[in-house]
Structure formats: C-alpha cells, structure tokens
C-alpha cells in the first residue's frame, strides 16, 4: 500500500500534475487581472504548463515568474493591439446581436469568424514570444504563417477550446473544472500540439 503514494509512483505523479495545473492556474488568473499583463501572463502559462507536461516542472511559481518578467517588454507589444481588437469584436458582437435582417446576419457571422481568427492568433503567437526573441511584428508574421500553413491543427485546437468551454456552460463538473484548471489545462492540451509544430517548424532550436 505503501508503494501507491511513493514519490515515484504513477499515482503520485497525477495528483502532482494536477496540483501543479490548478497552481498555474491561479497564477495566470492572478497575473492577468490588470489586463496589460496578460501577455506575458500567456507565454508564461505555456511555457510553465509544457514544462508540467514534460515532467521538467521545478517550482512552478518561479518557472511562472521567470517568464513573465523576461517577457513582459514584447509580450505588451503583441498584446494591446490584440486586447484592442477584442473590444472591438466584442463591441460589434453586442451591437449586431440586436439588430435584425440578413445583413444583420452576416455580420454576426463574420464576427464569430473573426473572433475564432483572433484566439487561434493568441493561441500561436504567445507560446512563440515565450520561444523566440524576434521583434512583434515578426511574431505577428509567423504566427499567422503558421495558423494557415497548419490550418487542420488549427481548426483543431480552435474546436478543442470551443468544446471545452461549452461543456463548462452545459455540465457542472465540468465548470468546477473550468474554475480549478481551466486555463493551464487548455495551455497543456494546445501545448502539446504546439510541440510537434513547433519541432517541425525548428521554432526555438
């Protein structure tokens, strides 16, 4: 019995992950709160939830730390033009919701395309700041590469976050879990995509 919660076993190792994502967690809630930062609240939780994937986690509050400081000078650049054009879709989604008619229509539709756009961009473009030290416009660049070079991965990882947040909406365990680890155990999931892009792509080697 002993050996179920020996430091090495398979059992511990889980409960450690765990804990160590609900941690990430709240650090990435706590770090994003005055919205500038969540930038370099982004590269860190990817950096921070690959490590945790990897089983390369030291401390995860330092590992937190060490990125969000080394980052926070051009993950600022990449992120108030995105943080702006947030406002502006969600201005537009609020506006066109309650109008009628089929341009009406189409404008909700083009918004909903466009806000899928504009999280697979946040999906790519921080975890490659946390990898690179390339000025943002060249972040930018290679991010909206990737995104169409690799749009299955994309439609991908754009389906798996969708899902996730609608069984939030729809199934309490769920929600518990949205609250608990929600954002590092997205930063893991897309993490590991990301990886084999990543090596693909040599980003960072």
Not at 57 to 65: N, S
Not at 133 to 156: E, H, W
Request: charged letters at 15%; hydrophobic letters at 60%; glycine letters at 6%.
């Amino acid at each position: 019995m002993s050996e179920v919660f020996h430091t090495e076993s398979r059992l511990f190792r889980i409960v450690e992950k765990i804990l160590n994502l609900i941690k990430l967690n709240i650090l990435w809630i706590l770090f994003s709160i005055p919205l500038v930062t969540g930038g370099a609240a982004l590269c860190a939780l990817h950096v921070t939830a690959v490590k945790i994937l990897k089983d390369e986690e030291g401390y995860v509050l330092r590992d937190f730390l060490q990125v969000f400081r080394s980052k926070m000078r051009v993950s600022l650049k990449l992120w108030l033009p995105l943080l702006l054009a947030a406002g502006v879709l969600l201005f537009d989604g609020m506006f066109w919701r309650n109008m009628e008619g089929s341009f009406a229509d189409s404008m909700r539709v083009l918004v909903c395309i466009l806000s899928g756009l504009w999280l697979v961009l946040v999906i790519y473009v921080f975890p490659l700041a946390a990898r690179m030290d390339v000025p943002a416009r060249v972040t930018y660049r290679n991010g909206i590469l990737l995104m169409f070079k690799y749009l299955p991965q994309s439609v991908y990882l754009l389906f798996i976050t969708g899902l996730f947040l609608a069984a939030g909406l729809l199934w309490t365990p769920v929600f518990f879990m949205w609250v608990l680890s929600g954002g590092s155990l997205m930063a893991a999931i897309h993490g590991k995509m990301l990886m084999w892009i990543f090596e693909k792509e040599k980003v960072g080697s």
